[in-house]
């Protein structure tokens, strides 16, 4: 199962505090073509790197997501002594791969603790007002980003579906025209969120007048936002997505609550992990090439649980999809998981537990939970979430 239910696109509502830096763009990229080959590591479904900041010694880790500003730890720009205006940081030069970005501003204002469940330290995210400086493509099968400035000409790859895009308003990130059920509407290019889709839960109404198929609703939350406070979420196959010339049926979808300025379809990494992916922020076109093995998920081999870390670290069930393996073992949101698989839960175990879910080659996880009515040991076998 590939269901990690932390979104970080999530940070493109907050993009208003840039205001401070008004004038201040991020510096462009220079007039000499360049291309910076940069390897990255997967951390669920976020796409993680390494980077020095002002020349240090040590290396820090960024989450690169499209859909969100570029942010650092506040605690970490207090540390290294960054310049400061407002809720915003400067970074004189942010080095990846040997190579220096220059002049990068960064929101301080987001807790990054949000990620501590993943069991790596994110101490900032590289978002799409610093990406626009270059061509970005994301090679997904080689763990690869190539960031580059490109001279004026250049060839298509063989089947290349090419798709025009604009930036949104307030940080950047590419959005694209998109049919969803013979719909017209625009959607976001979003590598913080895992799903192929998301769309606004305000909608679910409308498409599901429509005619959706396999619709399953949580008890409890799978997927949220900061700033809202969901009660629950829906997943269900859309008919037909269209995005240029990539055409598919049967896509699994979630709706979710958004935050206002994030409220449209939000395109993510269980689609987008099918292609090679360039961003062009330089020509405001997309370029996808199909790997050959591409397959748009339509369903979701899975316990049908989401699992949390609570404040004072124990793991707890915040979601649980409703007629999953999970919920037909009596597993109920606010349960606290004890042990699995005869291991303790602990917050240094969580990690490795939510590989075990993700991983479709897992087939079943015994669990110890405890709640109100005390403890019990269930053996969870996945299925196919939609029927």
Excluded at 93 to 107: D, K, P, R
Excluded at 238 to 253: P, T
Excluded at 322 to 347: P, Q
């Amino acid at each position: 199962m590939k269901k990690p239910t932390l979104a970080v696109a999530v940070i493109t509502f907050l993009i208003a505090v840039q205001a401070p830096f008004t004038g201040h763009r991020s510096s462009a990229a220079p007039n000499t073509g360049i291309e910076i080959k940069i390897p990255f590591d997967k951390l669920g479904h976020f796409v993680l790197l390494k980077a020095k900041i002002n020349g240090s010694q040590k290396t820090y880790n960024f989450i690169v997501d499209t859909g969100a500003i570029t942010i650092i730890d506040k605690d970490l720009a207090n540390e290294l002594g960054l310049k400061k205006r407002g809720l915003m940081a400067k970074i004189s030069t942010l080095e990846v791969a040997g190579y220096q970005m220059e002049n990068v501003f960064c929101y301080t204002g987001f807790d990054l603790t949000l990620f501590k469940r993943l069991g790596t330290p994110i101490h900032g995210i590289i978002g799409s007002n610093l990406l626009d400086r270059y061509s970005a493509t994301f090679d997904f099968k080689s763990r690869l980003l190539v960031l580059s400035t490109h001279a004026s000409t250049r060839s298509l790859p063989k089947g290349a579906i090419v798709i025009p895009f604009r930036d949104h308003p307030m940080n950047k990130s590419p959005i694209v025209k998109l049919r969803i059920n013979g719909s017209s509407l625009e959607g976001m290019i979003d590598t913080g969120q895992p799903f192929p889709l998301v769309l606004p839960i305000e909608d679910f109404e409308k498409y599901k007048d429509g005619g959706l198929s396999a619709v399953i609703r949580s008890k409890g939350v799978m997927v949220k936002w900061p700033m809202t406070k969901p009660d629950h979420n829906y997943m269900t196959r859309l008919k037909s997505i269209k995005l240029g010339s990539l055409a598919a049926k049967d896509i699994a979808c979630v709706f979710g609550e958004l935050p206002p300025l994030l409220s449209m379809p939000l395109i993510g990494m269980d689609l987008l992990t099918q292609y090679r992916v360039t961003i062009d922020y330089l020509r405001h076109e997309i370029v996808m090439v199909a790997y050959s093995d591409a397959h748009i998920r339509d369903n979701y081999y899975s316990t049908g649980l989401n699992i949390n870390m609570s404040k004072g670290d124990s793991t707890f069930v915040e979601g649980v999809w409703e007629g999953s393996a999970a919920d037909m073992a009596g597993i109920r949101a606010g349960d606290v998981i004890i042990a699995f698989n005869n291991r303790k839960a602990t917050a240094a175990d969580l990690p490795e537990l939510l590989d075990l879910m993700r991983n479709d080659d897992v087939k079943s996880i015994e669990f110890e939970v405890m709640n109100a009515n005390g403890t019990k040991r269930v053996r969870v076998n996945k299925t196919m979430l939609l029927k």
